[in-house]
Structure formats: structure tokens, C-alpha cells
């Protein structure tokens, strides 16, 4: 079935639920009114719909590959690509000082969102590129400003991120690729990453790498580590690409999903780089790129599930089989096929109100200067992520459970939504780690932006008790509930206590803001209606999920740390 971006409904929580239209009070943002709101998201989702969906399959089914150390991309992908950086919409959230339009970042989200849901292997260059363009606008020298954003924010080069080693995954302390000085302002990158997300392709003229590296005499860890700019082709005086920088691709690699990007190894010997920020201030730099990742990523959940509930939902409106109560005599008529698809409905409206409410915080944050904007939206960035991408995961399996026994069969189309999806909850930091930095670094105000998060939630409860005396009795249930967990968690002195029951508080946090967000969508329907329908089946059925998931949250870690590596089969 044809994919529709959701254009409408990213619109209304934008307007009703996520915070957004309190931009427009500030000077900060012009293009924040209804109309021209509309007509972003209209155009974007008519992109999507048109040049990037039909895509879909095709990167499936015939990869990116490796050519006599040329990557050649899947077949459209290049004609679409252009389309994307011809409209603009590599640099949509980019400053107006280098050609960006200086939208919204929340607009810039819901726009990956939609991408992701028409062609998530496509999507992945502009989301990377926009990411570089975030990171370079903060750190970079005002030499590589005016050399690199133009270029970067017009689409006619592409940017990626250089962080993973063979020896270093997670830990970006391990890594060991070298920069030596070349004497003249410039660094000699040395070195092998892996993972590097169309770290090579033929949709642009050049490809900008951030890597990661160390500098002689650097400090071990974290402490250690620089950034660098590092092109593929040098440019020449007039800006225009010359001669070829000393790195290559040695391989691609044979993944799960997401076919049509390429995932490069990059070898780097002796290339030329430029230093981003301070040395060995690398960590800083990467994490304003990362962080904006880690939100894009979030918008991949979300768009994955959204194309895999249309997939299903189509397939159970057509396909008859067995006796139904309703008049179709399709499947979508069986109770249990009904329950699965309200359930994915309802899940992926929760986290998209959660991440757009992300994006909104961070919005507001530049608008007015507030730190505590910035605060609430560093705070729900891993919630956003992790609660996000595991949406994804959960709806496209169950995408392939609508379908029965064509979902496993390949060409029904639904299991590439599952396969695709899956890396989303492993890349830009793990979801683990995401639970961690949220119990760790976040709450290291003594939960000062969690409480404050909770009131806005348990008040929302009590205003709505009126209309929604059930429902707001739940969410004023969870929300204390999540009160108690997170007092708990502040109060632990070893932080292993804390990271054993991490992903399920991440979890039961994202499940109390969905059941937030559905409750003010239920309130703009004059009477009951599709969105109070949905708070209700999200409020009643998913969010009691929280109370086993704050149960494991706060048993701390004694239990899995008695468990020894010989009980588990290591020998």
C-alpha cells in the first residue's frame, strides 16, 4: 500500500499537545502560524508520499554497494536526494546566515519523521547532515563556517559522524585513531572506524567527516579526544571540491535492514583535517551532533511505526478470513486484530507527542534564553530516544503479526518495517545507555526537572476529573507513582542500583508523559470523540504497564549481580 505521511495529525500536537505554539510569543521564530505551519508539513509529506516512498522497497531489495571503491547507491535514490536538498529541507532548522531557513527544530523533527516513515534508508543522509550542521554552527572556526555550512545546508554535500572503532563500540573512550599536527594549522587523521553511516555515496558531489581522534601526548578516556573535520575531497580556493583526502571505504556492511544506506568501514591514512573546538574538548562538540541525533532517531521510531500501522491496518481492512461480528467479514473486524492495531495507534501518538514536546522544550529554550527549557528538553532527549525507537520495534512486530503468516513471508513488505527499525534502539547510544544517562546525569539536579515534569502531569490530572474522572484518576495514579520511583532513584548512593532498574523507569516515564499528552488531545474534542477514544484505550490498556515497570525499577541490583557469570554458562 502507498505510504501518507501523517502531516494532519503531526499538526494537531503540534497546535493542541506538544507546547509548540507558545513560540509564538518570542521574536525568535516567524514561521510559526497555523497557515505556514500547514503548509511545511503539506509539502513535506507530499515529498515523502511521492519521491521517497516508492523508494522503500527498492533499497530493500537492491542495496547500496561497493564498486571498485566507489559506492553506488540504490537506484532513485540519487533523483530523490536532490529533491530533498533542492526544496531545502537539509537545512530547514539551519541558521539564515548560511543559506539554512531558521525553522522551528520541532518542524525539522516532524519533517524526519515523515522521511522516515516513507524511506528510512534515505532519510539517514539528511538527518546526519543536519546533525554536522548543528555541531559545526556551535564549535567550528568561522573559516570552516563559511567554507563547509553553505554547502552542507544547500544538500550539495553531506556530512556524517566518525565516532565507533573496531575496539571501541559504546566506550568512545577506547578509541585510538591518531591526528598529528601537520605544522601548518592542519592534522594528519590516522586511523580505522566502523559503522559510518553513508560514510560514502554518488547522491552528493562531497562527503564531510566528524571523526574522532586523539592528539599526541592526549590524556587516556574521554579526556583525551578531539574532533575533527575531515573531507573526502579538499576543497579548492574557490570552494569547489579538488583533489581526494588520504581515506577510503574498505567495506560496506551486509546488515539487517536498512539496505538502501550505506554503512561504511573508513580507513583514514594520514588524511588532512581541520580541529572543531578546543583540543581534546572533542566529547563537547560530538554530543551537540549526537544529541540532535538522538532526537532524529526518535522521529525513526516513530515514523517506522507509523508506516507499519498503515501497512497493517490496510492489510486487515482487505483481508477476510474466518467469521467476524461486523458487517466487512475482513479481519480487522476480529477483536484481537482490533486490539493490536488501537494498541499500535495509540502507542505511536504517545511517543510522537512525547518527542515532539522534546523538540518544542528545545525550541523554547533558544526563543526565550530560559535554561530551564534546555533542562526539560536534555531531560526527555533519552526518554524520547528510548521510548521512541522501542514504539518502532513493538509496532512493526506486531505489524507482522496482523498480517499472520504473510507477515513472514518478505514480500508482503511487512517485516522489512521490523528489520529496518531494529538498529534504532542500538545506534546514537544504546538504549541502555540512554536509561543510564537519564538516572545518572539527569537527575543529578536531585530530580529538580523530573518533579517539575511530574507536577505539570499530576496537575493536568486533577483539572481533567471533571470530564475524565477514570482517566484522570490513572494518570494521577501513575504520575505519584513515578513521584515515589523517582525520590528513590535520587536517593541511591551506587549507581548500580540505579542502572539495573533504568530502562524500565525510562520506560515507565515515557508511558505516564504519553498518557499526559493523550489526555490534553481528549480535551480539545468538544465531545468524546476518535482522540478521547484512543486516551482511552492508551490510558487504560498501556499505561498500567508503568506499575510493574516501577516495581523492577526500584528493586535496585543485589539480585542480578548474585547471579555469577558460571551461573549464566561462562566458563
Not at 242 to 267: C, F, Q, W, Y
Request: a negative charge.
Amino acid at each position: 500500500m502507498p505510504f501518507i505521511a501523517p502531516a494532519d495529525e503531526i499538526r494537531f500536537l503540534l497546535e493542541h499537545v506538544s507546547g509548540f505554539t507558545a513560540l509564538r510569543n518570542s521574536d525568535t521564530f516567524d514561521a510559526t502560524d497555523n497557515e505556514t505551519v500547514q503548509a511545511i508539513l503539506s509539502e513535506a509529506g507530499a515529498l515523502c508520499d511521492g519521491a521517497l516512498a516508492p523508494l522503500q522497497r527498492i533499497g530493500d531489495m537492491e542495496p547500496a554497494r561497493l564498486e571498485n571503491g566507489v559506492v553506488r547507491t540504490s537506484p532513485g535514490f540519487a533523483e530523490a536526494y536532490k529533491q530533498i536538498a533542492d526544496g531545502g529541507w537539509v537545512g530547514m532548522i539551519a541558521s539564515p546566515d548560511y543559506g539554512g531557513m531558521g525553522l522551528p527544530t520541532a518542524l525539522g523533527m516532524a519533517v524526519h519523521e515523515m522521511m522516515s516513515g516513507a524511506c528510512l534508508s534515505l532519510q539517514l543522509n539528511p538527518m546526519l547532515t543536519q546533525g554536522q550542521i548543528v555541531a559545526l554552527q556551535a564549535h567550528a572556526s568561522d573559516t570552516l563556517k563559511d567554507t563547509y555550512l553553505p554547502k552542507l545546508i544547500s544538500g550539495k554535500w553531506s556530512g556524517t559522524m566518525n565516532l565507533t572503532e573496531p575496539q571501541a563500540g559504546s566506550d568512545v573512550g577506547a578509541v585510538r585513531t591518531k591526528a598529528e599536527p601537520n605544522g601548518d594549522g592542519t592534522y594528519a587523521i590516522t586511523g580505522q572506524k566502523i559503522y559510518i553511516t553513508w560514510g560514502d555515496s554518488d547522491v552528493t558531489e562531497n562527503v564531510i567527516h566528524l571523526v574522532l581522534a586523539r592528539l599526541p601526548d592526549a590524556a587516556p578516556g574521554t579526556k583525551g579526544i578531539s574532533l575533527f573535520l575531515v573531507p573526502k575531497l579538499l576543497p579548492k580556493d574557490d570552494g569547489t571540491p579538488g583533489e581526494r583526502n588520504d581515506l577510503r571505504v574498505v567495506s560496506l556492511e551486509h546488515k539487517l535492514g536498512i539496505h538502501g544506506s550505506p554503512t561504511a568501514v573508513m580507513e583514514y591514512s594520514g588524511a588532512k583535517g581541520w580541529l572543531v573546538g578546543p583540543e581534546n574538548g572533542g566529547m563537547a562538540a560530538m554530543f551537540t551532533m549526537m544529541n540532535d541525533a538522538r532526537l532524529g532517531v526518535a522521529m525513526q521510531g516513530i515514523g517506522v511505526a507509523e508506516a507499519a500501522f498503515q501497512h497493517a491496518t490496510a492489510y486487515a481492512a482487505e483481508r477476510k478470513q474466518g467469521a467476524t461480528g461486523g458487517d466487512t467479514g475482513t479481519i480487522i473486524e476480529h477483536p484481537d486484530v482490533r486490539r493490536m492495531l488501537a494498541w499500535m495507534k495509540a502507542r505511536i501518538t504517545a511517543a510522537r507527542a512525547v518527542s515532539l514536546a522534546c523538540a518544542s522544550a528545545f525550541d523554547m529554550a533558544k526563543a526565550t534564553r530560559d535554561a530551564a527549557w534546555e533542562a526539560r528538553g536534555a531531560f526527555i532527549t533519552p526518554i524520547a530516544k528510548a521510548f521512541g525507537t522501542q514504539t518502532g520495534i513493538a509496532v512493526s512486530d506486531l505489524g507482522v503479526q496482523v498480517h499472520g503468516g504473510m507477515g513472514f513471508i518478505e514480500e508482503t513488505g511487512a517485516a522489512q518495517f521490523l528489520r529496518d527499525v531494529r538498529i534504532t534502539s542500538i545506534y546514537e547510544g544504546t538504549n541502555g545507555i540512554q536509561s543510564m544517562d537519564l538516572v545518572g546525569r539527569k537527575l543529578r539536579d536531585g530530580g529538580e526537572v523530573a518533579f517539575a515534569l511530574i507536577d505539570e502531569m499530576a496537575q493536568n490530572a486533577e483539572a481533567a476529573r471533571t470530564r475524565f474522572p477514570d482517566l484522570s484518576e490513572k494518570l494521577w495514579s501513575a504520575s505519584e507513582d513515578l513521584r515515589e520511583a523517582t525520590e528513590w532513584m535520587v536517593s541511591q548512593p551506587n549507581p548500580d542500583d540505579r542502572f539495573a532498574g533504568s530502562l524500565s523507569y525510562l520506560m515507565a516515564f515515557g508511558l505516564t508523559l504519553g498518557a499526559h499528552y493523550h489526555l490534553l488531545a481528549a480535551a480539545t474534542e468538544a465531545s468524546p470523540g476518535p482522540r478521547t477514544a484512543l486516551a482511552r484505550t492508551f490510558i487504560l490498556r498501556q499505561l498500567p504497564e508503568h506499575t510493574a515497570l516501577l516495581a523492577e525499577a526500584t528493586l535496585g541490583g543485589d539480585d542480578l549481580f548474585a547471579i555469577t557469570p558460571e551461573a549464566l554458562g561462562v566458563a
